[in-house]
């Protein structure tokens, strides 16, 4: 479990470190004095980046780079739509993020793999 905890952090490090300041994501901020296991690395993106969440996911599922949705908003899910509130503030979060891959037998190649995948995608729509 050490070994498991180790890794995560020394990636979500690096994600966190490769992400500040990053035109359009945003890395997860974690509090002082907090330390999570990092189950999951997800990031949001800017709302100046001109970019969607699905587009992000679907360009880097066509570069072999899985994602996930972020934050799940229930109450837009079918089963619960009919009666549905309204959260802006959880809808504009389910609508911005994603998760990254993130599991201890990441290698810094893959993580490479996904940061410049991320990259990609904010020059192609820079430049269209």
Aim: aromatic share 6%.
């Amino acid at each position: 479990m050490d070994y498991i905890l180790e890794r995560r952090r020394a990636l979500a490090a690096r994600y966190g470190a490769c992400l500040s300041g990053h035109p359009a994501f945003i890395a997860p901020h974690v509090p002082a004095g907090l330390m999570p296991n990092w189950q999951s690395y997800q990031v949001r993106l800017r709302e100046e980046a001109g970019l969607s969440r699905n587009t992000v996911m679907d360009r880097l599922f066509e570069m072999g780079i899985p994602t996930r949705r972020g934050v799940m908003a229930s109450h837009l899910e079918p089963p619960y739509r009919r009666d549905a509130p309204f959260l802006p503030l959880t809808e504009s979060a389910a609508a911005a993020t994603l998760q990254l891959p993130m599991h201890p037998e990441l290698t810094p190649e893959q993580q490479d793999r996904v940061l410049n995948g991320l990259d990609l995608v904010t020059t192609e729509t820079a430049r269209a």
